[in-house]
């Protein structure tokens, strides 16, 4: 799968191997302010792909969204759920996130220097602080620090962190 960027139609889209195009689904009742970064997860015994806005070059937003859809299997509209999120510090600008199997959710900011990570349990009734949990000090040039994605294996035990000239493996504890 993959998505538009930001202030393009709510769009997924899926491929095969080849690089063909076989779906493409607009996402009912979501916004495309900056959209970065997408899961898929399996949620209570049901796949779902996340889809992450939450890039803010300008550092004003003072909420960030995840849209939530089932995975698609045919041509059935997507219908979102939609969870707003902020940062107890301010906003940030971020381009990688990843679904725990849990269900929580994980962002780390992009930043030259030290690497914000953030956790936060989503919920629809209110607006969800995410907690400042760690920081990732990549070593190299800047944009070998500059974190773009990340990614969680399914049994959640080590998490991949894409940044423009690389990618960095972390194994859980």
Not at 23 to 32: D, H, P, Q, T, Y
Not at 48 to 55: K, M, N, S
Not at 84 to 104: I, K, T
């Amino acid at each position: 799968y993959t998505h538009n960027d930001g202030g393009h139609p709510p769009d997924l889209f899926a491929f095969n191997d080849q690089g063909n195009i076989v779906g493409v689904w607009r996402v009912a009742g979501a916004e495309n302010v900056d959209w970065e970064d997408m899961a898929v997860q399996e949620i209570g015994g049901k796949s779902r792909v996340f889809l992450a806005d939450i890039g803010d070059n300008a550092g004003k937003r003072t909420t960030v969204q995840v849209y939530q859809v089932d995975e698609p299997t045919g041509r059935e509209e997507l219908r979102a759920v939609r969870y707003d999120l902020r940062y107890p510090d301010g906003p940030h600008n971020a381009e990688a996130f990843f679904v725990d199997p849990s269900g929580r959710f994980w962002i780390i900011v992009k930043t030259k220097d030290r690497a914000g990570v953030y956790v936060g349990d989503p919920t629809q009734d209110s607006v969800a602080a995410v907690k400042r949990v760690s920081v990732l000090e990549l070593e190299g040039p800047k944009d070998a620090r500059l974190v773009t994605g990340a990614a969680i294996s399914p049994d959640g035990k080590s998490v991949v962190v894409r940044t423009y000239l690389g990618c960095w493996l972390f194994v859980a504890p």
